[in-house]
C-alpha cells in the first residue's frame, strides 16, 4: 500500500495549503471574476504531458540497454566458460569477472553518484584477464568476444547517461511553479462559477481536487524519470536483467 502513496510528498501538502487558503481568501475577500481557463490549462497540462513522455521514453530506452546489456554480458561469458583450452580457475576467474561488472552497474544505477570508475574498471578487467590468458583463448573466440564486449560497454554507457541526464529541468521548474500558482488564478473563477451564494465546500472540493490531480501527475513523472531506485511503481526490477538469475 506505501508504494501506492508514493506520490504524495511535500510538494502534495504545500498544494493543497495553497489551494485551502487561497479559496478561503477568496470567500474572504470576496475574489470573483470570470476568465478563460484555456491559457492556464495549456501552460501546466502541455509541459507536463511533454515531460511525462519523455520520462517514459527514458524508461523503455533503459529497458531496451539492460536487455542489451546482459545479453551481451551473458554471451562474453558463455564464450569464456566454453573455451576448451581454459582451464577450471581460468572460468572461475572469468565469471567473477562478469559478476562485478554485473554488480557494479547495478550498484551505480541505484545511487546518484555520477563516478564510474568502479564499472569502468571492472569493464577493462576483462580486456586484462583475455591479454593474460591470450594463449589458452582461439583468436576466433577473441574477435567474437570483443564484438559482444562492445556492446556491453555501449549498452552501459548509455545507461549511465540515462542515469545522470533528466528531463529538461527548466520545464519542470516552469510546470512546477504554475501548479503553485494555478489556485490563485482558477479559484476565483470557480467561485463564480458555482455562485457566491452556494455552498463554499463545493468550491474547495474542486480545487483541492483540481491541484492534487496536478501535483500526483507531477509526482508521477517525477519517480518515472529516475527508475532504477525501486521506489516507485513502474520501476524497473533488476533482479529480471541480473547475468545469474535464476
Not at 22 to 43: C, G, H, K
Not at 130 to 156: A, H, M, Q
Amino acid at each position: 500500500m506505501s508504494r501506492y502513496l508514493i506520490i504524495i510528498n511535500f510538494r502534495t501538502v504545500i498544494t493543497l495549503l495553497l489551494s485551502v487558503g487561497v479559496t478561503f481568501l477568496a470567500y474572504q475577500f470576496r475574489v470573483v471574476y470570470n476568465i478563460d481557463l484555456t491559457l492556464m490549462s495549456i501552460a501546466i497540462i502541455f509541459p507536463l504531458v511533454f515531460t511525462i513522455r519523455g520520462a517514459f521514453r527514458r524508461r523503455e530506452k533503459a529497458l531496451e540497454h539492460l536487455s542489451r546489456f546482459r545479453a551481451s554480458l551473458k554471451t562474453v561469458e558463455n564464450f569464456l566458460n566454453h573455451s576448451s583450452q581454459l582451464d577450471a580457475n581460468g572460468k572461475e576467474e572469468a565469471l567473477v569477472i562478469t559478476r562485478k561488472i554485473n554488480d557494479e552497474l547495478y550498484d551505480h544505477l541505484t545511487t546518484t553518484s555520477e563516478d564510474t570508475s568502479g564499472l569502468d574498471a571492472s569493464i577493462n578487467s576483462i580486456s586484462a584477464f583475455i591479454e593474460n590468458k591470450n594463449e589458452f583463448i582461439p583468436k576466433g573466440c577473441k574477435e567474437k568476444i570483443f564484438r559482444f564486449l562492445k556492446d556491453v560497454i555501449e549498452s552501459s554507457d548509455n545507461l549511465v547517461a540515462i542515469h545522470a541526464h533528466r528531463t529538461p529541468i527548466s520545464l519542470k521548474a516552469y510546470c512546477l511553479v504554475f501548479i503553485y500558482i494555478f489556485p490563485v488564478i482558477y479559484t476565483p473563477t470557480i467561485i463564480n462559477k458555482i455562485g457566491v451564494d452556494n455552498p463554499s465546500w463545493l468550491t474547495f472540493f474542486i480545487v483541492i481536487l483540481s491541484e492534487f490531480i496536478l501535483i500526483s501527475l507531477y509526482n508521477i513523472q517525477d519517480q518515472m524519470e529516475y527508475p532504477f531506485d525501486d521506489e516507485g511503481l513502474d520501476d524497473i526490477k533488476f533482479k529480471l536483467f541480473d547475468v545469474h538469475r535464476k
